[in-house]
């Protein structure tokens, strides 16, 4: 089941630009995972968060967690064209380790 | 290089007839997924397999089936009874002794049916 939803659903910027994209979640989680993909490609893990951390850096990444708001948000800081994907939050499932993903945002980063 | 490789990259299909996708991986993980992508869509869990000779049912797994023979080797087979085939399905694997969710996703196959 789909429990991730992110926001927007679409971004568009410029490059050196920051990009916010928020997850929002309707059960408790153990942690939440972001991952990217790009345009006809498999997903790509980028950063895990776990219940008990409020912010994690990697890179120019940060993302943060509120678990009492049920919600994260990805940034992304100086946005380089390369960064032109589809992005996901991911939560951890019932069982199996399986995950459930949001629809996503689709992130573009014009020169 | 380690990794998830799935072929083939597109697949088609005329309608009614069955069709099994590939899903290998060399990262000797335990655990392996199967999602299936539609356009403008996320991610929905098919089938998914903890261990070799077990697996169990997703959220969608009416019209799909699969095997675990080998801790390698994942396949997909999507039967006649899928009423809506045309998607784009990946395969994903994770290792789950390090205690964490992190997966690691194959690059996709495309399949079309007509």
């Known amino acids: 089941s789909q429990q991730g939803e992110e926001d927007p659903q679409a971004l568009s910027i410029q490059e050196g630009e920051n990009a916010t994209m928020n997850c929002s979640y309707k059960?408790?989680?153990?942690?939440l995972q972001w991952y990217r993909q790009n345009s006809g490609r498999g997903l790509v893990h980028l950063i895990l968060i776990r219940s008990n951390e409020r912010e994690k850096h990697s890179g120019r990444l940060r993302v943060t967690l509120d678990t009492s708001k049920k919600s994260s948000s990805l940034l992304i800081t100086a946005s380089r064209a390369a960064d032109t994907a589809s992005y996901f939050c991911?939560?951890?499932?019932?069982?199996?380790?399986?995950?459930?993903f949001g629809k996503g945002t689709s992130l573009l980063v014009t020169p | 290089d380690g990794g998830i490789t799935q072929s083939p990259k597109y697949l088609f299909r005329k309608e009614g007839q069955n069709v099994t996708l590939s899903c290998e991986q060399n990262l000797n993980h335990d655990a392996m997924y199967w999602y299936r992508q539609d356009p403008g869509q996320g991610l929905r869990l098919i089938y998914y397999s903890q261990i070799v000779n077990d697996f169990q049912k997703g959220d969608i797994a009416e019209g799909y089936s699969v095997s675990r023979e080998k801790k390698e080797s994942f396949p997909l087979t999507v039967t006649s009874a899928q009423k809506n085939p045309t998607a784009f399905y990946l395969c994903?694997?994770?290792?789950?002794?390090?205690?964490?969710?992190?997966?690691?996703f194959g690059p996709g196959t495309r399949l079309t049916v007509t």
């Open positions: 994903a694997s994770t290792n789950r002794d390090r205690g964490t969710y992190e997966q690691y």
């Open positions: 059960t408790s989680i153990n942690n």
């Open positions: 991911a939560t951890d499932g019932s069982s199996g380790y399986a995950l459930n």
